[in-house]
């Protein structure tokens, strides 16, 4: 939505599609704009905390995939003609703009450890355009998906092995992220403990740990998602392990929390296109290559997913890499 003070100067009326005429343009959900606080500025939470200004070069658009959770259900095999018209109507409308795709909408259904999908085929047509003859290619950043079940969260990091990236994080020319969180502080009341351990693999993250492995290695890299709490009795999301974002009603209230593989994504769309602007001459495949080859695993990740009595082999870092793929990007770096 773009009535809020902080999206507005950014967002044009212009600049909000749908994929169905019929549809209006608001974000009745939240994720949206919450994607599009962090996609602007990041962590609200460390901006509030300076008192240095923000310079932010660059603008927002938006394009409505889905009316509302579930709302495309049917058959899959239109998901990727949908992307590509999402693709299409900003560029239509500003066809000369440099942009980054960036996707939090992934499927579960049709997860086929790795293989390729009508809907990752469609991504990895329009990130190297070819219908145009690779004319434009295009820097397309996707979620990895979430590990929703929070029983799960409890057998952690074994529930993120084998719980699969979602459709169509699979695709290769993509830029797929996962989750990783330094969050370990908890404010909340009561007898909660941290599930994962600063700087480790996010509770929500999703791998391809359990893909053949002639399948591409996803996630590519990892941001932050946020962490969870656990007790004696369950695990659940609480504030104080989320991401500080933008609310989608700023008449009722200006911030919002936000986790997982959706705020990954926002945050890695963020850093794409302040290399960009930084950049302009560069290529959307040389952005990518930045991000990754800029990118370092924690000693969390070694400590979780490395042995710790022998020289690691090379399929161990295999093992790694499918889980935190190649790191955490590092802007400065």
Known sequence: NNGHPLITPVLSTADMHT????????DSDGHGTNMAGLA???DLTQALESTI???IMHRIESVKLLNENGGNAGDPMLHGYLTTEAVARPEITAPHRQRVFCMAVTARDNRDRGRPSAWSAAIDRLAADVDGDNARPRLIVISAGNVYDSAAWQAYPESNSSDSIHDPGQAWNALTVGAYTELINLVEPGDYQ???PEGGLSPFSTTSAIWEPHWPYKPDVVFEGGNAAKDGIGAYVV???SLLTSHHLPAERLFATINATSSATAL?????VQLMTTYPNLWPETIRALMVHSAEWTSS??????PQDRQPSKKDYALLVRHCGF????LNR
């Open 19 to 26: 994929i169905e005429p019929l549809w209006d343009i608001n």
């Open 40 to 42: 602007l500025i990041g």
């Open 53 to 55: 200004p923000l310079e």
């Open 194 to 196: 941290v599930i994962a």
């Open 239 to 241: 504030p104080s392990l």
């Open 268 to 272: 890695a769309s963020l850093m794409a």
């Open 301 to 306: 990740m070694r400590r979780l997913f490395l």
């Open 327 to 330: 790191g955490v990007p590092n």
